[in-house]
């Protein structure tokens, strides 16, 4: 018997790694931006024909070939980002497989003109599936032009698989936008026929947004930045209100790499709780900086798959950083166009907690802590006092430390005389940027939220006994539903025994519902409860929480007394998220000063 195993030619090699690598036009549009991007261009022009099955040409004013290195750039494994496998764990640059050239070329008619800057002619390189047809001295621009014509021509089976124009279109925008996303600072242009799709130039990651997706972005971001031992992020994320019923714009980049991760989306959207109605997607672009040496892109050939090392730490910091930006979003009503969060080095002074803290922290000192600083920024000019101890508070190293004096110190920030109540149902204070106006009713949903929450989480609630225990008849379902739940009732601060068939007697009540009629709260809380169930998916406690909040809270109309205001007003301060009710309404705005101005101009 002859040997038959034999080494296949490298065209075939190449087709075959093409079936990876070029999955469709938007794979060919990334593989030669992304090119263009490590060879240090400024301005990137990417022109589309019949959504790139006629053409795909990416032009660029970077470092360029010279005429060897055009040659070989077409090899199979042939790369000039790594050189031994140690750099995969320190990679910087986008590409480093050394594969992509080479099967594009593969696949298509291909044309290369490239120029390095000290050259005065540069290569034109003529390749039609795999096969070199010219190479040949050519005067051009610096930098490279990259032309792939006929994409699939030489394999008709991939080039039936395409889809529509206006679907193969869509995945190139997308490619297209990640790109442009994570390099606010470099131009980009797209020439789809003969239309400008985008002319981007140079700005920050905010004007960025604003000219991929449009004007109302503007109105729509919170900027998020955090920072750890661990990782970095930085970024926007929309605020809930602005979230659509289709999932929309979401970005999650590491290291500047787009990547798709599921378990990074639930934590960016579990942070946003109960803000978001059922079935809406929050808009967000966010950068996590993390040492490369801790996480793995080498998973997929298109790279857009990432594992870290610690999952559970990165989701932690994620949720976090969220958190953060939708506890704070508020405070500074117009986003600040003119500093930019997309660079690193400005990343400012935020203290860097451990990972073991933030860990064992989880998510809500650190909220209260920047919370803090907001609430600081918020009352400083009008209070000077107080600013000798706030920056105590953001000098100091604990977390811990900074939030026992937030809460502790908070009554003194608050004066009664400060505030008032208007129509029976703002609260209005003054603060350093102008008039906060407070919704009473929203802003006592979500004070009692959280406390109701926090008490279920120490099964243990603070109890009024009762001085007459009332009886509470139910119906068989809902006696059943209470004797279910009979536990985390009970650490909500309720106290009952059953009392014969289907009806319990309430002997004891949550603290914070003085005042309330037993009989009354029980049963509210019970018929809340079950309306939630059956229109919000929501977890056992956060329904109950809700429910509770509800039904107890000051209504629209109701006088308060000045304790009742200030107390009011403190225990919003100390929320962690006090933007928002928990059915997500707004809890308080802030009028700003310039406003009040133009009435008068
Ligand atoms: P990789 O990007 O993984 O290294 P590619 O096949 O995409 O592999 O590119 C091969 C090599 O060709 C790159 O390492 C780079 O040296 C060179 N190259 C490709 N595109 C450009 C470009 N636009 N400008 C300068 N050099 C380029
Ligand atoms: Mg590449």
Redesign the pocket.
Known sequence: MPDIIRLLPDSIANQIAAGEVVQRPASVVK??M???I??K?TSIRLIIKEAGRILIQ?I?D????SET?AR??LERH????IRSAEDLFTLR??????????SIAAVSQFEMK?RQAQNELGTLLVVEGSDVKRQEPTACEK??S?SVKNLFYNIPARRNFLKSNPVEMRHILEEFQRIALAHPELSFSLIQGDEIIYDLTPGKLSQRVVALFGKSYQEQLASCQEETDLMKVTGYIGKPESARKTRGEQFIFVNNRFVRNNYLNHAITSAYESLLQENSFPFYVLFLEIDPKRIDVNVHPTKTEIKFDDERAVYAVVKSSVRLALGSHNLTPALDYSSDVNLVSKMGHAPALSREQYLEEQLGSSLQRSNLQNWEKLFEEERPAQSRLFTQTSDMPSVRMESSINRTDIPEVVEEKFVFQFQLRFLIRPVKNGLMVIDQQSAHERILFEKFLAKMQRHSGSSLQSLFPQTVSLSAADFALVMEMEREIKALGFQFDVFGKNTLVVTGMPAETAGKNEKELFEGLVEQFKQNQSSLSLPLADNLARSLAKRASIKAGQKLSPEEVGSLVEGLLSCRNPNYSPEGNTTFFILETSKIENYFK
Do not use: C, P, Q
């Open positions: 593989e030669l992304e090119n263009s490590d060879a261009a990416v660029d970077g470092s360029g070939m290195d070989m750039s042939a790369t000039s980002k640059t986008m590409g480093f497989r050394g594969e992509a050239l080479a490239t930098g490279t990259i």
